[in-house]
């Protein structure tokens, strides 16, 4: 038996409850709670639901005046199952299932506002080339205690004491947070997610996982989205409550998702390989392309108004266009080691955004520089944040025009998707610039 398949999923007379789930533009799962009796209906793929949910904003509110809700007369999609089948969740009371559905439209055709169908027509073009994407993922997030307004390191469950300091690769965070680490790796081995190594983060609370590499970018994706629901669920199960937020702490590390990928031929061969440090003709092709799209997918990067306070210069997350071999201060990172690993590693996402819009955007991005046989500018050695160079959207409100009007994105995604995710997230703009925040009070109320 595989190792990454599911191995303890509940027997369908076990199962008491079913939820069946599409994801959003804004990766949140979004579907039906049901009895276990449905679940031949749902693996049959006869669910409807409105293909209006793909573009809901963050609040769960449709857009308004948006094309999906009044041109269309919100009309139903039909969800099928993805092929993952019933994902076993752990933490519940009672034996329930989670079953990751897409959406198709009524004609049978693929809804292509949904954010996992732009991934798979972007592995399709990799096919027409011969060409398989291998995609590995590392994701960071804080777990902080749920009691308050406004989010707090979690007390140590070993000696009490609230987590005060950073504690970057701190075997104790580890040891003290062991119980909660065990039961992640359980749920996710029972979900065939390849959870990998776990370290302890630059900031109190935060810990990262990675994922092992994947010759499948729609099951990592997969496995991405549905670590995101494991640890949440098991957070709550300890006591904790867990956040993939960009920044949660203005003073603390930011949380990112970062993206490493080579690409295989036919015979299974590294075709970013060239046996050496410099990779191959190929490589350079693929940083080119990254390089030449970043800037227009930012909003997928950096998709919420808490992403940019992640991006700020100087932050420790990428600002610039930029790339480098073993260079954490750029953008697009070339790692080292065996060079029958080499490989390119995206620095840019944060863990807040949509795992299926990340890794379509940096396939694309890559696919692009190949098929054009694009040359990137030297790479950087030494410090990228201090020299002069071409940067990331500094707020929410460029990159948003910056997907809007970017001529590469429609190389990438639909016209459907990039105008739902232009629509949804002008829209959340609207209402955060609507908001005057504890701060503006207190430096303005009685002063100006």
């Not at 669920?233 to 937020?245: E, N, S």
């Not at 800037?295 to 992403?307: D, G, K, M, R, T």
């Not at 929410?396 to 629509?423: D, H």
């Amino acid at each position: 038996m595989n190792e990454d398949e599911p191995i303890s999923a509940p027997a369908p007379q076990e199962l008491e409850n079913i939820f069946g789930c599409v994801c959003d533009l804004n990766g949140v799962l979004r579907g039906k709670r049901m009895p276990a009796d449905q679940l031949d209906k749902v693996m049959a793929g006869t669910v409807r639901m409105p293909l209006s949910i793909c573009g809901l904003d963050i609040w769960g509110e449709d857009i308004e005046g948006g094309a999906m809700v009044f041109e269309t007369g919100d009309a139903d999609g039909v969800c099928v199952p993805t092929g993952r089948g019933a994902m076993p969740m752990s933490w519940t009371r009672k034996p329930t299932a989670l079953i990751p559905l897409w959406m198709n439209e009524e004609s049978g055709a693929p809804f292509l506002g949904d954010p996992r169908r732009a991934l798979a027509n972007v592995v399709e073009r990799f096919k027409t080339h011969g060409l398989t994407p291998v995609v590995a993922t590392e994701l960071e997030f804080y777990l902080i205690d749920p009691s308050g307004d406004h989010p707090a390191p979690p007390c140590s469950p070993i000696t009490g004491k609230r987590l005060t300091s950073d504690g970057a690769l701190c075997l104790d965070e580890l040891e003290h947070f062991d119980a909660f680490l065990n039961d992640v790796y359980a749920a996710c081995h029972s979900q065939g997610i390849p959870a990998d190594s776990a370290i302890s983060e630059n900031g109190a609370g935060q810990f990262e996982i990675n994922m092992r590499h994947v010759a499948d970018p729609l099951r990592a994706a997969d496995d991405a989205l549905l670590f995101k629901r494991v640890v949440r669920g098991i957070a709550r199960q300890h006591g904790f409550a867990a956040t993939f937020m960009a920044k949660p702490y203005g003073d603390r590390a930011g949380s990112g998702f970062h993206v490493h990928m080579s690409i295989t031929d036919d015979e299974g061969r590294n075709l970013f390989d060239n046996g050496g440090e410099d990779g191959t003709p190929m490589m350079l092709n693929a940083v080119a392309g990254l390089l030449e799209t970043i800037q227009q997918n930012a909003l997928i990067f950096a998709p919420h108004e808490n992403s940019f306070r992640r991006l700020l210069p100087g932050a420790h997350a990428p600002s610039n266009v930029a790339w480098g071999y073993e260079n954490r201060t750029v953008a697009i990172r070339i790692p080292g080691g065996d060079h029958k690993a080499r490989r390119i590693e995206h620095r840019v996402a944060g863990a807040d955004a949509n795992p299926y819009l990340v890794l379509a955007s940096v396939l694309g991005g890559a696919l692009l520089g190949i098929e054009r046989e694009l040359t990137p500018p030297p790479a950087i050695t030494g410090d990228a944040y201090s020299l002069d160079l071409p940067h990331l959207p500094l707020d929410w409100a460029t990159a948003i025009r910056a997907f809007q009007n970017g001529t590469l994105v429609t190389e990438i995604y639909s016209r459907r998707l990039q105008k739902m995710f232009v629509e949804c997230k002008k829209q959340e703009q609207a209402r955060f610039n609507r908001h005057v925040t504890e701060l503006e009070f207190h430096s303005y109320l009685e002063i100006v």
